[in-house]
């Protein structure tokens, strides 16, 4: 039975996988050629990554890879009972069967006033994914909680109890139960509820007390992850995944080793330049520092690197690239802000290529320091790895060309881009082969299954906030207090980096970006230079102590304590802080190109 749903899971997840990397490409022939090939295609495919999101889910919670606040996966099977840990699986399991619920109501009014997407296919039919998604996440979540059939039970039991309660009666205006309630969300989060029950739950418990239709939820939901530019998060992170999972980063760096191995610090600049390259096009510095890490550092300490610098290094670098495009924080905020993702990607340069230049800096000055041997420069290795990693090199220039030429949308451009990637790594240098092509299509959605659906709670969250005026509060407040630009801006640094400690970056976005769009506009901060200034701060945010998520990625990456990751970062840190302060207090660092 399991086996079935699994297989089918996997099916649909290739499916939808090859309908959404295709269909962008047929619409640009069919734009070309004059003759409509697919009607209503931009709507499927916005479509279609709703199901991607929710199928990655599926995935992403079967194999226990949901985004959470701990280190520890939470469903699994205990040696012992612990409270905490049972405490947050109930909590888990309630949740999603609340969204469940939440997910078929909507379904059901779209099914009561049907609208049709597509010629023949009415709206509730591709939001059906959603229940049909929340029904296998809370079984998967029940069935993983533990192996004994009592454990099971008393999540099970404990949870209709706590549903058959909250429903039957009026409690929902009890300002002592919804506090408490929302204080168990938050120890369950500390404990390893993924970050998206956590958004969810409290999101829910609050439109519970305010006697609002849970089905808003997945409503919200659904309105950002059928936003039009979207749908380039699923086919640029696949990009990068297929490039990592090939000989690419191999080629990339015996071509940075040729043009740079020569300046002191060369091998470090190349570590920076590879990690930025590859986080911008799978938009996680996470996933770099995990898949690049066993290239990277081995590389450094043979050159004669020490241990705290390479650390270091390598957890810094893995941030860098969320400033460059085709970075997915860039294009999230710019959707949920309202401002061009196009100006953003150009405002981004300049921010990036201090960043870089300021940490390679640094990097020379330790190369020197530590009296690291050079390569001699040699015009002949140069030019044949160049000519070896060709391919990979006019990457980023299709994806330049596509967004900013203007033939091409920043959908087809990803779609393009897919295509074109995977044709170079399995045809061209044969990489690859077919055969492992689904296994990174399942890694991939399981990412962007975890970043999406914690993008729909958390936009859940966010109308909740907008609904109670909390914005409009915040800038009374702010009004009130603050008069300088300047301090307001301080202000901001801190509280963003406070923000990238404690949030991953997208449902930071969501959850965020609202409450201080009227701020800056209020101050008269330009709203694409506050685009820059929110993704610089919470990349520095990774890597804040105690809690910064590259911190204990790198740890875990590694096996080393968290007292070593601080020590190696430290450095690092003050070199990135340096530089955030710079693009927030300098608004034409970010603006000249745009402007």
Same mark, same amino acid.
């Given at each position: 039975m399991f086996k079935m749903i699994k297989k089918v899971e996997d099916i649909l997840v290739l499916l939808v996988f090859i309908l959404i990397s295709v269909i962008p490409a047929v619409e640009i022939i069919?734009?070309?050629?004059?003759?409509n090939l697919i009607s209503a295609s931009p709507v499927l495919v916005q479509h279609l990554t709703l199901w991607i999101g929710f199928l990655g889910a599926v995935i992403a919670t079967r194999e226990n890879r949901l985004l959470s606040l701990s280190s520890r996966p939470l469903f699994s099977d205990d040696d012992e009972f612990h409270l905490g840990r049972w405490i947050s699986k109930m909590v888990s399991f309630l949740v999603v069967v609340v969204l469940l619920w939440g997910s078929i109501q909507l379904v059901w009014i779209?099914?009561?006033?049907?609208?049709?997407?597509?010629?023949?296919?009415?709206?509730?039919?591709?939001?059906?994914?959603?229940?049909?998604?929340?029904?296998?996440?809370?079984?998967?979540?029940?069935?993983?909680?533990?192996?004994?059939?009592?454990?099971r039970a008393s999540i099970f039991l404990v949870a209709a109890f706590l549903l058959l309660i909250q429903y039957s009666g009026n409690l929902n205006e009890s300002i002592l139960i919804t506090w408490f309630s929302f204080g168990i969300i938050v120890i369950s989060l500390l404990f390893g509820t993924p970050i998206f029950v956590g958004l969810g739950g409290i999101a829910a418990l609050f439109f519970w007390h305010n006697f609002i239709p849970v089905s808003a939820i997945p409503a919200e939901t659904y309105r950002i992850v059928v936003s039009p530019t979207l749908p380039t998060i699923p086919l640029f992170t696949l990009t990068g995944y297929i490039l990592a999972e090939s000989g690419a980063s191999k080629r990339m760096m015996k071509l940075f080793q040729s043009a740079f191995g020569w300046v002191p610090g060369g091998t470090p600049i190349i570590v920076v330049i590879v990690s930025g390259f590859f986080t911008a &096009?799978?938009?996680?510095? *996470?996933?770099?520092? #995990?898949?690049?890490? /066993? %290239?990277?550092?081995? &590389?450094?300490?043979?050159? *004669?690197?020490?241990? #705290?610098?390479?650390? /270091? %290094?390598?957890?810094?670098?893995?941030?860098?690239?969320?400033?460059?495009?085709p970075s997915l924080p860039a294009i999230i905020y710019s959707v949920t802000a309202g401002v061009s993702v196009k100006d953003v990607f150009i405002?981004?340069?300049?921010?990036?290529?201090?960043?870089?230049?300021?940490?390679?800096?640094?990097?020379i000055y330790q190369g020197k320091l530590q009296k690291i041997s050079r390569t001699p420069f040699s015009f002949i290795k140069l030019r044949d790895s160049v000519w070896e990693s060709k391919w990979e090199l006019s990457i980023p220039v299709f994806i330049l060309f596509g967004i900013f030429g203007g033939f091409t949308t920043l959908v087809e451009t990803a779609s393009i881009i897919v295509i074109y990637s995977a044709f170079i790594e399995i045809v061209v240098y044969?990489?690859?082969?077919?055969?492992?092509?689904?296994?990174?299509?399942?890694?991939?959605?399981?990412?962007?299954?975890?970043?999406l659906i914690i993008l729909g709670a958390a936009m859940g969250l966010t109308s909740l906030l907008v609904?109670?005026?909390?914005?409009?509060?915040?800038?009374?407040?702010?009004?009130?207090?603050?008069?300088?630009?300047?301090?307001?801006l301080f202000m901001l640094n801190i509280l963003l980096l406070v923000v990238g400690t404690l949030m991953d970056i997208f449902s930071a976005i969501i959850v965020i970006v609202p409450l201080i769009i009227p701020l800056g506009a209020y101050f008269g901060i330009d709203?694409?230079?506050l685009a820059i200034?929110?993704?610089?701060?919470?990349?520095?945010?990774?890597?804040?102590?105690p809690v910064g998520m590259n911190l204990f990625i790198s740890a875990y990456r590694f096996n080393k304590t968290m007292p070593e990751v601080y020590k190696a970062t430290l450095p690092f840190f003050i070199v990135r802080l340096l530089a955030v302060l710079a693009i927030t207090y300098l608004p034409f660092i970010s603006l000249w190109f745009v402007r």
């Open positions: 069919s734009r070309f050629s004059g003759v779209e099914f009561q006033f049907p609208i049709k997407i597509a010629p023949g296919l009415p709206r509730w039919a591709a939001q059906l994914i959603m229940p049909f998604s929340f029904s296998l996440i809370a079984l998967q979540i029940l069935i993983a909680s533990g192996k004994s059939m009592k454990y &096009m799978t938009g996680g510095s *996470g996933v770099t520092i #995990l898949a690049l890490g /066993g %290239l990277l550092y081995p &590389m450094l300490r043979k050159e *004669g690197y020490s241990e #705290l610098f390479s650390l /270091g %290094l390598i957890t810094v670098a893995g941030s860098l690239g969320l400033l460059f495009p405002a981004g340069i300049i921010p990036g290529i201090l960043l870089v230049g300021l940490v390679s800096g640094w990097a044969k990489d690859l082969t077919i055969k492992e092509i689904p296994k990174i299509i399942f890694d991939c959605a399981s990412l962007i299954g975890g970043i609904d109670a005026q909390i914005p409009l509060l915040i800038l009374a407040w702010v009004q009130s207090t603050i008069t300088s630009k300047y301090l307001f709203p694409v230079h200034i929110f993704i610089a701060n919470l990349e520095l945010g990774f890597l804040t102590p």
